[in-house]
């Protein structure tokens, strides 16, 4: 509604700025006896409807940014929740992955012996299978709700 408004506003001084054109040309024609106001407030007025009808245009490129804004922000905090599940759990798993690691290197380093090692890999396998399918079935359902949905990206140009 508002966009159609802003577009027929912006036709309607298109149309009037004709008129300046026409009042100039008739004074120029017409120089003596013919009073120098009627071309000067013209020029004034021509002016003046260049300069809105800019800013108009200024404004609808602005309403339809706001729009592509408003649209972002509803679909980050309908998303919020899965977002933060989803970093949560990817977090959880950076752990124990930082955990094996640091078991491994101390292994290297024969601070800890084969029988730890072997008691700890299968349970480390364990919790990250089921982290793993947890994330998984997180990243399934933010995709099933559009929460990765590209399209918004790919309009603002910032899609990889």
């Not at 020029?43 to 800013?55: E, T």
């Not at 012996?113 to 299978?129: A, F, G, Q, R, Y």
Request: net charge neutral; aromatic share 10%.
């Amino acid at each position: 509604m508002m966009g159609t408004l802003w577009f027929a506003l912006q036709v309607y001084i298109l149309r009037s700025m004709r008129e300046h054109e026409t009042n100039v040309s008739q004074y120029i024609q017409q120089r003596r006896g013919k009073n120098p106001y009627v071309a000067f407030f013209s020029s004034r007025v021509y002016r003046l409807q260049q300069w809105s009808l800019c800013l108009l245009s200024l404004l609808c490129v602005l309403s339809v940014h706001i729009s592509v804004v408003k649209a972002e922000e509803a679909s980050l905090e309908r998303c919020a929740p899965q977002y933060e599940k989803i970093i949560e759990v990817q977090a959880r798993r950076q752990k124990f992955q930082e955990g094996i690691n640091l078991l491994m290197e101390m292994y290297e380093d024969r601070e800890v012996d084969k029988k730890m090692l072997d008691n700890t890999l299968p349970l480390w396998h364990t919790i990250e299978s089921r982290l793993r399918k947890e994330a998984t079935a997180l990243y399934d359902r933010a995709y099933a709700e559009g929460c990765f949905d590209e399209s918004l990206r790919i309009e603002r140009r910032d899609a990889p």
